[in-house]
């Protein structure tokens, strides 16, 4: 098997430093718990869970790969920052939820499983990554025909640097600082080009606001920061 290395250390370490609070509601992922049970309705608008194949790309640790575990989907999920794997195998253990999670690369899990998936999820992950096309062609590979993608990602705009940055790291301290790089974000039209490109077709793309005053977050039609989108393989 070939080993890829399509991360940063430093984005690995940051992340893994955060595994020991990651399922404090309260804590420093606290937007991610808010988050997760509209991109949970998302994805089981886009293609029902109860009975599916799925897999989680860069899961974390492991807030939505339970979430769908528990809507009935049988899951894989997958991370390269073994801290927050081992806090996710935790909290899947003591919570009684099963979930295969793995310590591998998605490109090396696609030579391996190709077309074994109804549906792949990639969350809040393609910003976080030096090649997202790579991501994506593995992602791919590992559905069955008819299969779905969901994604969700930052767009690359001015408002999405103000709110998602400067606001929510260094003003409101929602996230830790330097969770993002403004040159990382990607947007819409790069994603689209990138879905076509590993064969797939792009079905639907929709914002997702998050309201900190109140601790809510809901679908919106304004995708000028934080969106999602879906994807399908042909069968």
């Known amino acids: 098997m070939t080993v890829h290395v399509n991360a940063r ?23 991610l718990h808010v988050l997760n049970p509209v991109r949970l309705a998302y994805i089981e608008a886009q293609a029902p869970l109860a009975g599916a194949k799925v897999l989680d790309v860069g899961c974390g640790g492991g807030l939505l790969s339970e979430a769908m575990a528990r809507n009935g989907a049988d899951v894989t999920a997958i991370d390269l920052a073994h801290e927050l794997i081992e806090v996710a195998k935790l ?3 003591d919570a009684g939820v099963d979930v295969e999670y793995l310590l591998t690369p998605v490109e090396d899990l696609a030579e391996t499983r190709a077309g074994q998936y109804d549906v792949v999820t990639c969350m809040e992950m393609l910003e976080h990554v030096p090649d997202p096309g790579a991501i994506l062609a593995a ?12 994604m969700s990602t930052l767009n690359r705009t001015p408002a999405a640097f103000a709110l998602a940055i400067v606001g929510a790291e260094y003003v409101a301290r929602l996230l830790p600082t330097g969770t993002h790089q403004y040159r990382d974000f990607i947007k819409p039209a790069e994603l689209a080009q990138g879905v076509r490109d590993a064969g797939l077709s792009l079905d639907d793309v929709r914002g997702i606001e998050y309201l900190p005053l109140v601790s809510r977050a809901r679908l919106s039609t304004r995708t000028d920061i934080n969106y999602l989108a879906t994807a399908r393989k042909p069968v």
Do not use: I, N, V
């Open 9 to 31: 250390q430093a984005e690995l370490d940051k992340f893994g430093a955060l595994a020991s609070r990651w399922w404090d509601a309260q804590g420093p992922q606290k937007a």
């Open 91 to 93: 909290h899947a253990l």
């Open 139 to 150: 992602c791919a590979r590992l559905l069955k025909p008819g299969g779905t993608l969901c």
